[in-house]
């Protein structure tokens, strides 16, 4: 969804350090509770156009582009719409998309005369500790005046058959203490029923969601779509395609070093993700566009009904996939990842031989980019993606 500087919201990377440090260290006191020191001056923002940021935040903010063409598109897209980002959800935010989020509210700061101007904010996150780095980075960049950054989960509170927002849930579930990495299952709720935004961004949130709300996956853009996205608003969702069991083998010369670098990068991920499983966590789960496409297309929006929003539905508007570029620093970060593990798994002997394995692949890593025939010590396997989607009428959906 982060983004110590290593983020969980993986944009250079996914499944990052700091998923095992947070969530084998996290203690949540309440999985959704609001912080309420920081305040929306929403109102106020849509009079006064909103004063540059000092100096020395400029360099954090991100923007995107050549270095990331990812929220590029998303920028793109969103000027070609021509409508302001508004009052905006970060619904799986992290240090990179808050960093994002600073530089749109930076740039579109004139509420008269920008037609892109963002009102205000709103970034959910479902690990405590994340919540308060990313807060404390919203106060550091001076943007804590004009949105917030909550806890909470999007399976927490939902019913999952009648498709509704529940706080006062009495299952078996409801009053379920947290486990021991700090998850709770309290239903209570990250926003408030119906608090709408006219643009949302899932930032690699599908793939994170196997790791906080296992199997609620399908029901995610129900969730957001229906509760949380006004009619005429945009989800922007970005992601990782899944990285396979095995390269494909090279098909010329050419490709032979490619291959390569991408059978190492799966032997890696493979090793990390057993590593989180042996110390007793879940691996985030990717998901490919296809997946994410085609539950938007059969996401039916007035089938949940008791919204008072008439007869919607998602219509996908645009996809695209990015080649994703890996070095020996983005591969060492998820060696990394498995590294931090090793204190988490009990048995000594299995702990020194997953220890052993990991060396070994860190080894493998650096060699395959020191021998990339480019000279720039990388290789591209696999892609990120963009979809856009928008909630429309259902005649507009032809």
């Known amino acids: 969804m982060k983004k110590p500087s290593i983020l969980l919201s993986c944009r250079n990377t996914f499944h990052l350090l700091f998923l095992l440090t947070t969530t084998f260290n996290t203690q949540q006191t309440n999985a959704f509770s609001i912080d309420t020191t920081a305040t929306n001056s929403a109102a106020a923002s849509d009079v006064v156009r909103r004063p540059r940021p000092d ?23 969103q000027k070609k719409l021509g409508k302001p980002y508004g009052d905006f959800l970060d619904a799986g935010t992290g240090s990179y998309s808050l960093r994002w ?20 904010y709103v970034a959910v996150t479902a690990c405590e500790e994340m919540r308060q780095n990313t807060f404390r980075e919203a106060q550091e960049m001076g943007i804590d005046q004009y949105g917030k950054v909550i806890i909470g989960n999007w399976a927490a509170g939902y019913d999952t058959q009648t498709y ?38 899932a930032d690699y949130l599908v793939g994170a969601v196997d790791h906080f709300a296992p199997f609620f996956q399908d029901l995610l ?44 990068f799966c032997r890696l991920t493979k090793l990390r993700d057993a590593c989180i499983l042996l110390a007793g966590s879940r691996p985030y789960r990717e998901h490919p566009p296809d997946w994410v496409i085609r539950n938007l297309d059969s996401l039916d929006v007035s089938s949940f009904s008791g919204q008072g929003q008439g007869m919607f539905q998602m219509k996908v508007l645009n996809h695209k996939k990015f080649p994703k570029k890996y070095n020996y620093e983005i591969m060492a970060l998820q060696v990394e990842a498995a590294r931090s593990t090793l204190q988490f ?9 997953m220890a052993k394995q990991i ?40």
């Open 359 to 398: 060396d070994q692949i860190d080894r493998e890593c650096y060699e395959i980019c020191e021998k990339a025939p480019n000279g720039k010590k990388e290789f591209y396997f696999g892609y990120d993606y963009v979809i856009t989607a928008e909630k429309v009428p259902y005649y507009e959906t032809d």
């Open 164 to 201: 509704s927002l529940n706080n006062n849930d009495d299952s078996e579930q409801s009053g379920k203490q947290k486990d021991q990495f700090g998850h709770g299952n309290q239903q209570c709720l990250p926003l408030e029923e119906n608090q709408m935004f006219d643009t949302i961004l």
């Open 221 to 264: 853009f129900p969730r957001l779509c229906t509760h949380h996205l006004k009619p005429g608003g945009r989800l922007y969702i970005t992601g990782l395609g899944p990285i396979p069991d095995k390269a494909a083998p090279p098909k010329t010369d050419d490709e032979t070093y490619y291959y390569e670098g991408a059978d190492v």
């Open 101 to 120: 989020v600073a530089g749109l509210l930076y740039r579109h700061n004139d509420p008269i005369n920008d037609p892109l101007y963002m009102n205000s």
């Open 55 to 77: 100096p020395h935040v400029w360099p954090k903010l991100v923007t995107g582009g050549s270095n990331d063409p990812a929220l590029g598109m998303i920028e793109e897209e």
């Open 345 to 353: 798994i009990q048995d000594d002997f299995l702990r020194e031989t």
